[in-house]
């Protein structure tokens, strides 16, 4: 969420003869047409907050929604009914109010379908000093249908965190039951299921932080088959009035930027097995500090050891490469991960990694702030990247953004991954463009052979991709258990949205991996599947989008042609395939049971 000042800023980028200098300032990119809200403003230069008065832009993307819509909103017939609050009402204008919140698709009952858990944020009191006082979490439980009913009650949380942000699972005891690691501004809640209920074990774990967490991973880095964890921090900040920051010329106070404040600390703690964790100092090579908004863990170098990428704001991304010693070895830079294609920090907030074009190396995206592009890299093998935004038809669609909520996800079912893209400013008043932003919906083009991506968002996003939002976490999964992959959409202080797909697949394979060697959930296995003469290859990752936890299961197309079987590679480096599996319900998959490769 890197906020441009008008000054400006120096950059140097690699040349082969040397360093290149580039002065580059807010209009880097070409200029910015005044939004409605900035006219607005310029008018009326003594009137602010109009966002917080309901001044707010319901303006269409398209007049109809197009006949061959293929989402719902379902939300007012799902019985989930949430919002997320980010404080904005104490009219402090905190840094604390722009990162927002995340959301938890995970079956929570072991019933076989996707239950919703939703941190619900804070309050900011008006007065000084500030006062932030946290709001519940909720948690809603899946009919199997895809409706929901409100069962928050079941979550015994001794205290809530001061401000929530994300919310992110692991059966991180073994136990059979998936767990909840919930961030936040004051530290984090870790929270057990016991099979009925989430209870708070915060303080026996050793996980009692008070410090601004934001994104966590789950992922077994030392290959123990225990599920351990990296958290990931914003900024230090205090809850102390800021001095002013905004639009002087205007008299407009805004939201003050991250530059303000210093990089966080990034934290690895393992599992001890018996439902505490120990933090392991200098688990991670380099300063170890960032801005970050974002982790996603997987194996991305296939050596049958965790790597962690991690999307920082303002500040150069870091990617981590695990192995049998610590610290994990440090790379962004040398791979071409850290920054733009310019070699540029960017303000990076959601991310994922899957692989994309189809050639068996898992890629990786980063959504950014406004006047700066989205970046996907292109793994080449040997460890390196290359920035792959422009060649795959992605240039300049964010530009006028700023990206949340994202990730990777085969929606309409035929093989190859699209992309979804959550959109909402930071600025209440003084961004280039309006709080309220467009979401986006990009399809990878089977006839490009995956190598190009087209928006068609208002060809079948239907009425609510059509229209604006104050759009942060965003989570993907199978609500109905139909074999299409939903959506739900969290904002800043409006209502959660479910978004049901209608692309309605004639038959479909559904994976559910489950570790016995590995941890549980088998975050860094690879899953290879035959389809129309070509090999479909989905990799098991943790962390993915923005504060939030995806659909663990992987859904693959399925015909008459399909032989319905699966090669899996576990990160133990065992590989087996499962045969004869059955199309249009779920294959749940569990390590030693299939045939030896």
Same mark, same amino acid.
């Given at each position: 969420? $890197? ?56 303006? @269409? !993307? ?21 919002? %997320? $609050? ?8 905190? /840094? ?5 919140? #995340?959301?938890?698709?995970?079956? %929570? ?20 000093? /500030?006062?932030?006082?946290? &709001? ?10 895809? !409706? ?64 601004? /967490? ?8 030392? !290959? ?7 958290? +990931? ?27 303000? %404040? ?27 500090? #960032?801005?970050?908004?974002?982790? +996603? ?21 870091? &990617? %981590? ?49 406004? &006047?700066?592009?989205?970046? @996907?890299? $292109?793994?080449?093998?040997?460890? @390196? ?46 961004? !280039? ?37 104050? =759009? ?38 559904? /994976?559910?991996?489950? =570790? ?7 975050? #860094? ?19 993915? =989008? ?41 294959? $749940? ?9």
């Amino acid at each position: 969420m $890197r906020m441009c000042s008008s000054r400006h800023l120096p950059i140097f980028v690699a040349a082969s003869s040397g360093l290149v200098l580039l002065l580059a300032g807010c209009n880097w990119g070409g200029p910015i047409d005044r939004t409605r809200e900035e006219a607005i403003r310029q008018s009326q230069p003594n009137q602010t907050r109009h966002y917080l008065d309901d001044e707010v832009d319901g303006e @269409l !993307r398209t007049a109809q929604p197009s006949p061959a819509a293929k989402w719902i909103d379902g939300t007012a017939s799902s019985g989930l009914n949430f919002t %997320y $609050r980010n404080g904005l009402e104490g009219k402090q204008y905190t /840094i604390l109010e722009s990162v927002g919140g #995340g959301v938890a698709l995970f079956d %929570y009952d072991s019933d076989g379908d996707l239950d919703v858990l939703l941190p619900g944020g804070g309050t900011i009191s008006t007065t000084v000093p /500030i006062r932030i006082t946290g &709001l519940p979490t909720g948690l809603f439980q899946n009919d199997g249908q895809g !409706r929901f009913t409100d069962v928050s009650q079941n979550i015994q949380l001794k205290t809530p965190l001061p401000m929530s942000h994300g919310a992110f699972v692991s059966d991180f005891n073994r136990d059979g039951h998936p767990d909840v690691l919930i961030t936040g501004y004051g530290g984090l809640r870790l929270l057990q299921n016991d099979g009925q209920q989430l209870v708070d074990i915060t303080a026996q774990s050793g996980l009692t932080l008070t410090e601004w /967490i934001t994104a966590a991973s789950w992922a077994d880095v030392n !290959r123990d088959g225990w599920a351990d964890l990296l958290l +990931v921090g914003y900024v230090e900040w205090d809850s102390v009035p800021d001095e002013f920051c905004g639009d002087r010329a205007t008299r407009i106070r805004d939201v003050c930027p991250p530059q303000k %404040y210093a990089a966080s600390r990034q934290r690895m703690y393992l599992n001890n097995k018996n439902g505490t964790f120990s933090e392991i100092k200098d688990a991670l090579e380099g300063e170890s500090r #960032g801005k970050g908004l974002g982790v +996603v863990a997987l194996d991305l170098n296939d050596d049958q050891w965790i790597d962690f990428y991690v999307a920082n704001d303002q500040v150069a991304n870091q &990617l %981590y490469l695990g192995g049998p010693t610590f610290p994990l070895r440090e790379v962004a830079v040398t791979s071409g991960t850290a920054g733009s294609e310019f070699g540029a920090p960017e303000g990076s907030m959601g991310v994922d990694a899957a692989d994309y074009n189809g050639d068996g190396l898992p890629d990786l995206w980063v959504v950014n702030y406004e &006047l700066e592009d989205n970046s @996907l890299y $292109r793994n080449r093998g040997h460890g @390196l990247y290359s920035h792959a935004t422009v060649q795959a038809g992605l240039g300049g669609l964010g530009r006028t953004y700023v990206g949340f909520g994202t990730g990777f996800a085969d929606f309409d079912l035929d093989g190859w991954l699209d992309l979804f893209i959550i959109n909402g400013h930071v600025l209440y008043e003084t961004g !280039r463009s309006s709080y309220l932003q467009f979401p986006f919906l990009l399809r990878n083009e089977a006839s490009a052979g995956g190598r190009r991506f087209r928006d068609v968002t208002a060809e079948t996003g239907g009425t609510w991709f059509g229209q604006k939002h104050a =759009g942060r976490g965003a989570a993907v999964g199978d609500l109905d258990n139909d074999g299409d992959l939903d959506l739900i959409v969290v904002e800043q202080n409006r209502p959660v949205t479910v978004l049901y797909n209608q692309h309605q697949p004639a038959n479909w394979l559904s /994976i559910e991996l489950q =570790g016995v060697d590995s941890e549980p959930a088998a975050v #860094g296995a690879t899953v290879r599947y035959q389809f129309e003469g070509r090999e479909l290859v989905r990799h098991v990752r943790s962390g993915a =989008g923005y504060l939030s936890q995806f659909d663990q299961r992987i859904q693959f197309p399925a015909n008459s042609d399909s032989l319905n079987e699966v090669t899996i590679k576990w990160l133990t480096g065992k590989s087996e395939r499962f045969k004869h599996l059955q199309r249009n319900s779920t294959n $749940r998959l569990k390590e030693g049971q299939g045939e030896p490769q």
